[in-house]
């Protein structure tokens, strides 16, 4: 599947990979939007009432329903785009790319509206009538937006390629010094985001997978989803033939204990977990 290509350079995802992503935020926004639709009718009359500062409640208040309604458009639109077409077919996905690059822009004003909502709830600048209702939901929508925001940054880093700058050609890659740059970066992920043991071991480990991924992904236009639906299919393949051989006797039927089962149910949770963040 080829990466996706936003300001000038290749990220390490692909068109179809913003479906279940996209969903999640959809169903948090639709939440959100309900909730401070109902605090805006309850609690926009009163602004007028307020001391200090009932233009920043306003201006919050109708602004923050705007940027959430644009939002969830936007990524209803995203979602119906990424999820089009076979897996080889970029021409159907062909307006993602330029939908995405408008979706990560919009970062911008929600942290600016997310800023006065912080205002508002921690200065003393407003001064107005305290409802319950709205109060709740204003420091709980401002909180949860700061989560989001920082997963949205933390997903970019994730998917950041230093390395794939659209000038470097393909050839470059091939050469020893650059697969040496790709393998510290992927040592790098492990040890920021996977929180990697400081002992020889599991450094010595962690060098040898970085060393494959390197050498995985380079020289191709994979990204990392590909290689974990591979995965999956690549097991789900093996069970169906495990199966059969099963029917036929020829292959005994394993026993099962709790701990197995405990430990199919993680790996399933962490797998889902790759795949929707």
Same mark, same amino acid.
């Given at each position: 599947?080829?990466?996706?290509?936003?300001?000038?350079?290749? @990220?390490?995802?692909?068109?179809?990979?913003?479906?279940?992503?996209?969903?999640? =935020?959809?169903?948090?926004?639709? /939440?959100?939007?309900?909730?401070?639709?109902?605090?805006?009718?309850?609690?926009?009359?009163?602004?007028?009432?307020?001391?200090?500062?009932?233009?920043?409640?306003?201006? &919050?208040?109708?602004?923050?329903?705007?940027?959430?309604?644009?939002?969830?458009?936007?990524?209803?639109?995203? /979602?119906?785009?990424?999820? %089009?077409?076979?897996?080889? $077919?970029? *021409?159907?996905?062909?307006?993602?790319?330029?939908?995405?690059?408008?979706?990560?822009?919009?970062?911008?004003?929600?942290?600016?509206?997310?800023?006065?909502?912080?205002?508002?709830?921690?200065?003393?600048?407003?001064?107005?009538?305290? =409802?319950?209702?709205?109060?709740?939901?204003?420091?709980?929508?401002? &909180?949860?937006?700061?989560?989001?925001?920082?997963?949205?940054?933390?997903?970019?880093?994730?998917?950041?390629?230093?390395?794939?700058?659209?000038?470097?050609?393909?050839?470059?890659?091939?050469?020893? /010094?650059?697969?040496?740059?790709? #393998?510290?970066?992927?040592?790098?992920?492990?040890? *920021?985001? @996977?929180?990697?043991?400081? $002992? =020889?071991?599991?450094?010595?480990? &962690?060098?040898?997978?970085?060393?494959?991924?390197?050498?995985?992904?380079?020289?191709?236009?994979?990204?990392?989803?590909?290689?974990?639906?591979?995965?999956?299919?690549?097991? /789900? %393949?093996?069970?169906?033939?495990?199966? =059969?051989?099963?029917?036929?006797?020829?292959?005994? %039927?394993?026993?099962? #204990?709790?701990?197995?089962?405990?430990?199919?149910?993680? &790996?399933?949770?962490?797998?889902?977990?790759?795949?929707?963040?």
């Amino acid at each position: 599947m080829p990466a996706l290509q936003l300001f000038g350079r290749k @990220w390490l995802a692909a068109t179809d990979d913003l479906v279940y992503p996209g969903l999640f =935020e959809i169903f948090i926004r639709v /939440v959100w939007l309900v909730l401070i639709g109902i605090a805006c009718l309850r609690y926009y009359d009163e602004t007028w009432k307020c001391k200090t500062g009932g233009e920043l409640v306003r201006v &919050f208040l109708v602004g923050e329903i705007v940027i959430l309604g644009v939002v969830t458009i936007l990524m209803f639109i995203i /979602v119906n785009h990424s999820a %089009r077409g076979s897996i080889g $077919d970029t *021409y159907a996905r062909r307006f993602v790319q330029p939908l995405l690059t408008v979706k990560i822009l919009l970062v911008l004003p929600e942290i600016a509206w997310n800023i006065l909502g912080t205002l508002w709830i921690l200065s003393d600048y407003v001064q107005c009538n305290d =409802e319950y209702y709205t109060s709740t939901v204003i420091k709980s929508l401002v &909180f949860f937006d700061w989560v989001l925001i920082g997963l949205a940054i933390l997903g970019l880093a994730l998917v950041f390629d230093p390395l794939g700058s659209l000038s470097h050609s393909d050839k470059a890659l091939e050469d020893s /010094v650059e697969h040496g740059k790709v #393998s510290r970066i992927w040592l790098r992920r492990f040890k *920021y985001f @996977w929180w990697m043991r400081r $002992d =020889e071991s599991a450094t010595e480990t &962690f060098q040898h997978v970085a060393g494959l991924l390197s050498a995985l992904f380079r020289g191709t236009d994979l990204v990392p989803s590909d290689v974990v639906a591979g995965c999956v299919l690549l097991r /789900v %393949r093996q069970k169906r033939e495990n199966l =059969e051989l099963r029917r036929l006797n020829i292959l005994e %039927r394993p026993k099962y #204990s709790v701990g197995k089962y405990l430990k199919k149910i993680l &790996f399933s949770i962490l797998l889902l977990l790759l795949l929707l963040f």
